[in-house]
């Protein structure tokens, strides 16, 4: 606003030290003040001198601002006074001071005194001096930023009425500027105040908006003015808010001008950024006209009269507003995608001042970047502005790949050979900006891994086939769209190659980062073109720019993770290795860093098997030497020790066994041993270690570190840290499984003592390992087995009377009960048979807990007994048959569980061991299905299943006869049920088991099934539930086996008139087929099948429909099939999610009435399967619809609730759908405020206290997750009730601890 010199003075050498001077002694950083000192530094701020009063109010400023005293009102005016006066002070540096020190001390002060303040600055902006106008202004922006939220009372009450009489009626522009620009600070900041709701937005919209329409204004008011329009915008209220939007429609059509025109379109693109959602409304009437404005403005000749110039601007601001509308009203825009497709299309390549002759194309390309000017161009760069067009088309591009993922099918088809075209683009920034939109297709077009191989993590092989044990991670899996990128990735990479050639550093680096993006997302496809871009690689690795050094570095350590083919990286390997080695050496931490991961991933190319080791891994070899310097070295940076501890393990996984490099390998050894002691490396360290073990090669080397290494683990494991513990745990289980018999003793001694505190019930997961570690140091030095014996064994028997053992930690502990077993001089059978008989412990146990731990007791029985010599089996197995003829005829408790015990511990053993020729144990297990006992009956059924899979020959034939001539009387159809779980165990273990040898079990049931085919058919109609859910799994698991049988048999079912429990049990069976992980192909031809059982009439028949739907859905093999079907799938869960009055039904129970809800089961089946359809199908299923489902569920069951919160979480976690459901986000209040108010008022009344914390806390865990969204997006709605909410001190508690546990995509 005014011109003068800005001198630029440093403060005198007094002042400096000044400044420096340490702080006082006494307190926390605040300090008593000094009405005195105050005083005296008010009169230096009036020195003659420049730096005493810059010096003076910093001084004054840091006295009060650190004081924990308020000064007294008389002081604050002086205060006040003294700063103001600065504000118009003749030097720069004291009025800039100034201003920063008063923003920051008045914000200290009384009430009365701030609003003193901002009235004064504000009258000042209107009628102060001109020549420091400005300075007030930016005084008043920065306080308004200082001011607490508590102040904008005193805001709107000081500041609104004079800005906006600045605005509508001060004669002067330059006061219509400043009041515009703090108006806008103003709303930014204060604009959700009630002051500013209950003012007359209307007029202050339609005061900013005459401020457009003069001429004469200049540029920079009329841009703040824009900028004002759209912060008040996002506060308007709806009304005002479309009056707003009509008045600038109004506005555009009558613009008289191409620069009038272009400020309201570029008003209408800032308001729509503002204001998101909400004006998805309008676009119906906003994207045509703005589509004919883009049209008419880019097409016909180059004009030469500068009239293009504006054309290009107002395209711009189109193509800005089409971006926002893209991302926040997706819905309402695309009923306009298909032209707008086609414009981007024009648009991204248009170039009006550029003519191409059509030859020379890879000579322009090769000189894009020199001399364009004196070819090609009507006008020079500096009068051409069409790229603007260029580059604002192409955000509108990176919109539609962000915010459309289901359509961008369409959108890769039409898009990704005309942008590979763009790569030639003349203007380096956009030409970027194609990179960057490119780079964004191919993010976009695959789904990355939940654990990518980093750094730290082994690139391991193909398990059986790689040098590693361990498989390999996938790459990221590919979307359908991608199929359109993979096809013109030759072309793709082709034109990268020439823009790597470039002279223009820029453009190098942008086509290096957009080659890395494809080595991350796309190796496989990437591999067999790397030839033609290897000659930039090996460029880049040389740059001095330490960015294009490391996207080289990147780029080859992808690609490597994810090799296919060894024989491209071989082949290379002379090229590329020296310079990795070269930048080990590098100045920059991050280049060493990623050198060192790249040697690491590239040398599994080099030898992908154990027994193809290339002659180029003798590259490698110098690395070494490197690492050894790594390893010792103590004042490197963090990162660089952790690459090189994982270099360290990647290559000594490959070459630890050749010859070549004992050497090396055993020089680095001691280093590397120190780096596990170390504190800060151990982590690192251990997971090289890890990867050592699991090599398929054996390392000499590390034998003679075993008992450090060994001993270090076993003293780690005292740490505090569950995690820490968990990996030391499971690499001794590595160290030892393949070095084993190389520990010393005495350290597999102290290891084995280390770990029996931990085996417990309270960490299954933990207790996996150290029974994991006590086997493996059992198979490696069984002269330790009295060791063993003493410390571990009775450990793991108490874990075996747990109800709770079950999963990995179960089959471990059999493992180690069979290794025990097999040592039975030092630990005989007679004594694990005594201890695991043992059934005292359940004696007070619950009915559910004890069938768990017979079950366990039963199968560590079997494990011994298997492990056993031949003798001893055979004289358990008649143990087992004498215990169940004493105990069946005695009616105790005691009895029962033993005979229970002795059927399942028989039936255990029967899966490994033909038992069908033991005299009398056929007989003995059909004579117990008729026992008076409910258990065991039961367990002879079970016993008798489990046993017929390890005699499929005899039993299989033995249990079906008897299925069939059980009759059909009362007695018979329950000894027929009972059979049939028999059968149904033989069926589900014969399912379950993969292995080859264990495909007998499969090839021996197919002859069997039409015979069985026809009782499970009769059973399907049965009454009991149970019944029913036998025969479906039995059938879903025969489907399997022999599947045209079962579909021929299954196909009436599902037509059944008769009865709804036929076409329930029917539709059931596709769930227990697809839980097996069954092919698609399986199931596929009942699909249709099951759409048609989601509108059954029975309500049974539907969920039984949504409930293998579910199962369906989230299987990984059977996925697919219903992708096409998802809208169907989810207008048929919106109908059974709806309350139903007619199903609920009053149940009288004497003193009170109680009501039963029939249709809950239903619902919750619905709100569950939108959560699977959500997870497997994002792209389909995340939109508005979803948050209409949870709304209506906020008001059903706390039981749907629960569903429902969990549905909007995983919604809100896809970051492509924030922008479709932002506008529904402020319908989320009603109910949740409902919610809320409802538990609060529980637990005030210390009503269901518990019951009431828990869905508290379920609601602020979903609130947590919504917030960040609703803050982002300025949704005032949600904001100010998630303050108001926030005052209740018992939810303010349960939010601020409440965790969102969200994952973005």
Known sequence: SRSRGREERAPNLLLAQRRLAPPQPGGSGEMAMNPQAVSQLLEEMENWDKDKRFMAASDLMQEVTNSNQVLDLHLQKRVCQAFLKQLEDQSIDVQGNAVKCLAKIVSKFQEQQIGEVLAKLSQLVLDGRAEVRDIYATCLKGLLAELPTSSSALACQNVLPKMLHGITSHPLVEVKEECTDVFHDFLKRFGDNRVMQWSDQENMANSLLNLLKPKQYKSSLRKKVISCIGALSAVLADRQLDSLMRTLLTDVRAASSKAEKQKYIQCIGTVSRNVGFRIGSHLREIAPLFLQIVNQATEGDVSMDGENEQDHEVVENCLNAFESFVLRCSKEVAPHLDELCNVILTLIAYDPNFYDSGDGGDAMDEGANDEFDDDGLVDSDDDDNSW???????????????????????????????????????????????????????????????????????????????????????????????????????????????????????????????????????????????????????????????????????????????????????????????????????????????ALRAIGSYVYALRPTPADASNQLMEVLPAFEVLKGKLLATDIDQEVKESALECYGHLVACTGDLPAFQAAVQTCMPPFVDRIKNDVTRTTAIKALKNICISQVKVAALA????????????????????????????????????????????????????????TDTDLYITDLCVQVAVQALAASPQLAPVVVEKCVPAVLVVCRSPLLQGSALESILNFLARVAQHSQHCPFERLRAELSDTSCVATAQAQAQRQVIATLAKGLAAVVIASAADVQKQAIQGFLSKIQQCSAVVQTEATQQCELSLLALGESGKYTDLSGTPGFCETLLQQLENSQDEVRLAAALALGYATVGAMGTLLKVVIDNTQSAGTAAKGQKTQYLLLTSLREVISIGVTKRGPSDLSLREHLRPHVPRVLPILCQ?????????????????????????????????????STTSWRVRAAAVSTIRFAASKQCPAATILPLKERLLTCLGDEELQVRKAALHSLNVACLSSSCSEIFRAHTDLIFESIKEDSKQRPELIREVDLGPFKHKVDDGLPLRKFAYTVSCSLLAAYPEQMASPAL??????????????????????????????????????????????????????????????????????????????????????????VFVDYLARILKDSVFAQVYEHANSGKDAL
């Open 704 to 759: 003679s570190s075993l008992a450090a290494v060994g001993g270090q683990l076993s003293t780690y494991l005292s740490q505090n840290s569950r995690a820490f513990r968990q990996q030391c745990l499971d690499a001794l289980v590595h160290v030892l499984r393949k070095y084993g018999q190389s520990v010393p003793q005495e350290t597999t001694m102290q290891i084995l003592t280390d770990i029996v505190p931990f085996i």
């Open 388 to 594: 603007k067009v260029r580059r604002a088309a192409l955000k509108v591009l990176a919109a539609m790949v962000k915010g459309l993922p289901d359509k961008l099918q369409d959108v890769y088809s039409k898009f990704a050979s005309p942008l590979i075209g763009r790569f030639s683009e003349r203007e380096e920034s956009v030409k970027l900006d194609v990179f960057v939109t490119f780079a964004e297709m191919v993010q976009t077009a695959v789904i990355k891994n939940q654990t990518q191989v980093t750094g730290t993590t082994a690139p391991a092989q193909i398990a059986g086939t790689g040098i590693l044990e361990v498989a390999r991670l996938p790459p990221p899996k590919e979307r359908p769209a991608a199929e359109y990128l993979v096809a013109v990735l030759p072309q793709c990479v082709a034109q990268i190659n020439k823009q790597l050639r470039s002279k223009a550093v820029k453009t190098r680096q942008g086509a290096l980062a957009l080659l890395r993006t494809l080595a991350e997302c796309m190796p496989q496809h990437l591999e067999p073109l790397l030839a033609q871009v290897k000659d930039e690689l090996i460029r880049a690795m040389k740059e001095t720019n330490s960015g294009m050094r490391l996207d080289a570095l990147v780029c080859i350590r992808h690609l490597s993770d994810n090799f296919s083919s060894a024989t491209v990286y071989q082949q290379l390997a002379p090229q590329f290795c020296p310079l990795f080695l070269h930048c080990c050496n590098d100045t920059y931490y991050k280049s060493i860093a990623q």
């Open 1187 to 1276: 948050i209409d489902l949870v709304l209506q569920g906020l008001a059903d069951n706390e039981d749907v609730q629960v569903i429902c919160c969990q549905l909007l979480q995983d919604l809100c976690s896809w970051n492509f759908a924030l922008f479709r459901i932002i506008g529904r986000i402020g319908d989320l209040v009603e109910p949740f405020d409902r919610c809320i108010m409802r538990c609060i008022k529980q637990v005030q009344a210390k009503q269901q206290v518990g019951r009431a914390m828990d869905m508290l806390r379920l609601y602020a865990r979903t609130l947590r997750t919504v917030e960040p969204i609703a803050e982002t997006n300025q949704h005032k």
């Open 1019 to 1055: 059973y399907a109609d049965s009454n009991e539930e149970s019944v029913r859910n036998v025969v479906s799994e039995s059938l879903g698991h025969l489907l399997i086996v022999d599947q045209d049988s079962v579909l021929t048999a299954l196909t009436p079912l599902f037509t």
